[in-house]
């Protein structure tokens, strides 16, 4: 069997199986508007997927296949931008960027017929519906991301949320590139992986309702932490931040959080973690190191018959290894040559 022949089967049976889930969502799950939105997601996508098992089969020549692929994937952009707001408890009907994506369906779909009848070729007109999927779905991810914190600052569930965005967007994006190139083998091998990717979505809604309350809570935290980073007074902050790191040395315990050192200056960890990423441009980790790497150089210079290893401790590290490592990187030498070129 050639990749052609595993591509129409395998999604042709996928898109008879995600039509089924979205019937079974349907019929076993409490009538939230999530699970209405969860079970019309799945029902286009096996939609497309039916639909495209025909549409590679007849080498993408069937005018009604082409069709219902093609609304379909363009219709995922706006159902699957819903999804995943109102997973997080935003309300998307009344969002701007919501509306924004309803416009380039309408567009899409109005240009798409237009194109369409006027003969131009399919692998041209896919770029449309693709397009449509590729940019919603990038433009959530950006909302969220602006909304919500960056991956490292954000949940667990969040992150595997964040992760399966950025999956669909480099598929869609490699479907995009392929059709109108003509690279019919890698635009099935992209599409096989969306398939997997939506599946991931499916694996997550079948852990519902609690997948969706942990979602909405962890969502609901991350955006407190941001609005209450707005009222706060940054240069102060940093200026204590700066004092207690002189005065109490924080950094020299070896198993320092950052909500022990956020505690300090009285601020949640999040919090302290935005304010190093967009006020100093660093992570909780390299920002203690500094400063542990700050003593280090200090007394190495100033206690020229102590242990470089016994100094490193005593500055808060507690391996050797990971200590060699960050002096190096910051200083570009060794502990041991930065003695001798400085004494």
Same mark, same amino acid.
């Given at each position: ?12 049976? %996928? ?6 889930? =979205? ?12 699970? %209405?939105?969860? =079970?019309?997601? !799945? ?13 590679? =089969? ?5 005018? @009604? =296949?082409?069709?219902?692929?093609? %609304? ?5 952009? @706006? ?13 998307? *009907?009344?969002?701007?960027?919501? !509306? ?5 369906? *309408? ?17 041209y007109v896919f770029t449309l519906s693709y397009g449509l999927l590729f940019l919603s779905d990038v433009s959530v991810f950006i909302f969220l991301r602006i909304e919500l914190g960056k991956f490292r600052n954000v949940a667990g569930n969040l992150k595997v949320l964040y992760t399966i965005l950025l999956v669909i967007a480099v598929q869609t994006l490699g479907m995009l590139l392929s059709k109108p190139l003509g690279l019919d083998s890698l635009l099935y091998i992209f599409w096989i992986l969306l398939i997997f990717a939506i ?11 609690? /997948? ?8 609901? #935290? ?7 980073? +707005? ?17 109490? /040395? ?14 300090? &200056?009285?601020?949640?960890?999040? #919090? ?14 390299? %920002? ?5 790497? +700050? ?12 242990? &470089?290893? /016994? ?22 030498? *060794? ?9």
């Amino acid at each position: 069997m050639n990749l052609e022949d595993f591509t129409k089967t395998f999604i042709f049976s %996928y898109g008879v199986a995600f039509m089924n889930i =979205a019937l079974i969502m349907i019929v076993s799950r409490r009538k939230h508007l999530i699970d %209405y939105i969860n =079970a019309l997601f !799945h029902f286009v996508f096996g939609l497309m997927c039916f639909a495209g098992g025909f549409s590679v =089969a007849n080498r993408f020549e069937s005018l @009604p =296949a082409n069709l219902t692929v093609y %609304y379909s994937m363009a219709l995922l952009g @706006p159902i699957g931008s819903a999804f995943v707001l109102d997973s997080v408890g935003i309300r998307f *009907t009344k969002m701007r960027l919501f !509306h924004t994506i309803i416009l380039g369906i *309408t567009a899409v779909y109005i240009g798409g017929t237009v194109l369409i009848f006027a003969g131009v070729p399919w692998k041209y007109v896919f770029t449309l519906s693709y397009g449509l999927l590729f940019l919603s779905d990038v433009s959530v991810f950006i909302f969220l991301r602006i909304e919500l914190g960056k991956f490292r600052n954000v949940a667990g569930n969040l992150k595997v949320l964040y992760t399966i965005l950025l999956v669909i967007a480099v598929q869609t994006l490699g479907m995009l590139l392929s059709k109108p190139l003509g690279l019919d083998s890698l635009l099935y091998i992209f599409w096989i992986l969306l398939i997997f990717a939506i599946f991931g979505l499916t694996l997550l809604s079948f852990s519902a309702p609690e /997948t969706w309350n942990r979602l909405r809570e962890s969502a609901t #935290q991350a955006h407190n932490d941001k609005t209450r980073l +707005k009222k706060l007074d940054i240069p102060e902050l940093l200026k204590s931040l700066e004092e207690v790191m002189e005065t109490r /040395t924080p950094f020299t315990d070896p198993e320092l959080s950052l909500e022990d050192l956020a505690s300090l &200056i009285g601020i949640s960890g999040p #919090q302290l973690s935005e304010i190093l990423n967009q006020h100093l441009g660093v992570n909780f980790s390299s %920002y203690v190191n500094s400063w542990r790497i +700050k003593m280090t150089k200090k007394r190495i210079l100033a206690e020229p018959d102590s242990s &470089i290893l /016994t100094i490193a401790f005593d500055s808060g590290f507690n391996t050797k290894s990971s200590f060699n490592a960050v002096f190096k990187k910051e200083t570009g030498t *060794t502990p041991t040559a930065y003695r001798k070129e400085n004494t």
